[in-house]
């Protein structure tokens, strides 16, 4: 699928898909080095990396990789605490030679070893903060916010929430008005209706269309307005070049004087860690959105992230991860190989180079509501509804993993959401996660999985890889007679090997499965028109 034919075949499309992404890629890489309190055009470095050098080591047809929003608060909070970005730097460089460390372990499926509650309450947590963060640039205030809402203590005065209250005192009426129109264009701009209207508006992203009117708004202020005009402090400041000779003097080096600084090494592990998981989530969901389901390899996937962010950090760019919803921009572009990603990073490249000028006249109040999109997206209601309904067991981890990253930082809150997440499994959990019976025929062998009473999602990686080494031409039976829980976690690697079963030409039957289905908020839907005691595909074979 992957022959120089198959590339040609799919050019294209391809090349339309990599400027959609560009397109969508180019404002999330200024407004995501702007939640980080880096200089703008390492966000921009890292667009042009994850595009072009992931794009060409990963494995991946589908995945686009750049600076994401979950890496942002992490950055921020370790400018402050390594006190320069050039240090930053170093850590992103540490961070890559652990990624690529982990793909040679082979600790690809690490990401199939965290509840999605936690994995959650982590993006949650991270929208909330992105949100807070934006606050300034959104009212024209002139300084950033705390990076923490935890409560005074010693010599603090303030936290995040509380300095919500000082934005009156500087409050810029031309920034809240650019806000408030590029927030609208972007929620009517994605309205379903529109876009089923017109094809132009699916091929347009809503956020460039709020940064294109947001550019008209302020030089009509310039203008005719001049009061509510922006000045440059409040405009993207990106360094332009002369010649190409400039243009690369532009780029940042890493502080390696702070190598023996163990800040650095726990800064590259927070960062390592965000990194690779989402990047590892955005594969797996690449892989399902791909119309050819074709399996990227999870270990060289992390090679390529930890090959990228060692060249982001040595030439001053931000993290890099794959990120899914430039990815799903991708595929339903028409992004069939990795050639998408590669123009969408060379595009980027040669915009940088040729119109800095016009970049630079973007105000940061409109890349601010991009962002508040983006963080609403990572934390929105109907999302803490969701998790709510699915009980106890999903809610407790998720909402503790939140108010422990925002009362502390992203690692604690990670291992206080883990902590909590296990305490509520074990006391009922088995070591034991089914009973696998096998039945020779002539024909074609029967694979019985009898699961246990518990199944959860320490039980992912092992039911998955089981599923997978079945051979094909089989018959299987997922038996639950003997289950009180089982995770969704659970049903969804269930739901992902209906698909594939019938691919490999596998009958596969469900029993007893109908009342975790039904109970289940995310795939209660799913089990309509089936019974059980009945297969997915056939009748299931008899005892």
Not at 248 to 260: L, Q, V
Not at 431 to 459: A, G, M, P, W, Y
Not at 461 to 470: C, F, G, K, Q, R
Request: hydrophobic share 50%; glycine share 6%; net charge neutral.
């Amino acid at each position: 699928m992957t022959s120089l034919s198959f590339y040609k075949k799919h050019l294209k499309t391809d090349f339309s898909a990599g400027l959609v992404v560009f397109l969508i890629a180019l404002p999330l890489c200024l407004g995501i080095s702007m939640a980080s309190g880096a200089p703008l055009f390492a966000g921009v470095i890292s667009g042009i990396l994850g595009g072009i050098l992931v794009g060409l080591l990963s494995n991946s047809q589908v995945n686009v990789s750049g600076p994401a929003a979950s890496v942002a608060l992490v950055v921020f909070t370790a400018i402050g605490t390594l006190g320069s970005f050039e240090a930053v730097l170093l850590a992103v460089v540490v961070a890559g030679l652990i990624q690529i460390t982990m793909g040679v372990i082979g600790a690809g499926t690490i990401a199939y070893f965290f509840p999605s509650s936690m994995i959650k309450g982590i993006l949650a947590s991270i929208g909330l903060m992105l949100i807070i963060k934006q606050v300034p640039h959104a009212f024209g205030y002139d300084q950033n916010f705390k990076d923490s809402v935890a409560f005074p203590v010693g010599d603090e005065k303030s936290n995040a929430f509380s300095e919500l209250l000082q934005v009156a005192n500087g409050v810029n009426y031309g920034a809240v008005l650019i806000t408030l129109i590029s927030l609208m264009i972007i929620v009517l701009w994605d309205n379903p209706r529109l876009k089923a209207r017109s094809a132009f508006f699916k091929f347009f992203p809503a956020a460039l269309a709020a940064v294109v009117a947001s550019v008209g708004l302020n030089e009509l202020f310039t203008l005719y307005i001049p009061a509510l005009a922006l000045n440059a402090t409040h405009l993207v400041e990106l360094p332009t070049a002369a010649s190409m000779s400039e243009f690369f003097g532009f780029f940042a080096t890493p502080k390696f004087d702070e190598i023996f600084n163990p800040k650095i090494y726990s800064v590259a592990l927070s960062i390592a860690f965000i990194a690779s998981l989402e990047s590892l989530l955005s594969t797996e969901a690449g892989d399902k959105l791909d119309p050819y389901r074709r399996r990227t390899d999870t270990n060289r996937e992390l090679k390529a992230q930890g090959f990228g962010n060692i060249v982001a950090g040595l030439v001053g760019g931000l993290p890099i991860t794959a990120v899914i919803v430039r990815t799903s921009a991708n595929v339903s572009s028409g992004g069939r190989t990795k050639a998408s990603t590669i123009i969408h990073g060379t595009i980027m490249l040669i915009c940088v180079i040729s119109i800095p000028t016009l970049l630079n006249k973007i105000p940061l109040a409109s890349l601010s509501a991009v962002l508040f999109v983006v963080g609403y997206k990572l934390t929105s209601f109907a999302l803490y509804r969701e998790v709510f309904q699915q009980g106890i067991r999903q809610f407790a981890p998720f909402i503790a993993t939140i108010v422990a990253v925002l009362y502390s930082d992203l690692i604690t809150g990670i291992m206080i959401g883990a902590a909590v997440s296990i305490f509520t499994i074990l006391k009922d959990s088995y070591r034991t996660t089914f009973f696998k019976e096998e039945e020779q025929r002539t024909d074609r062998n029967i694979h019985k999985f009898v699961l246990s009473e518990e199944v959860t999602f320490l039980n992912k990686a092992t039911i998955m890889m089981a599923l997978e080494s079945i051979p094909e031409d089989s018959i299987v039976v997922i038996d639950g007679s003997r289950s009180m829980n089982i995770d969704d976690d659970v049903l969804e690697i269930f739901e992902d090997f209906k698909q594939t079963s019938k691919e490999r030409n596998i009958e596969l039957s469900f029993r007893d499965l109908e009342k975790f289905y039904l109970r289940s908020p995310t795939f209660a839907d799913r089990w309509e028109g089936r019974s059980d005691e009945t297969s997915a595909h056939k009748s299931p074979p008899q005892d």
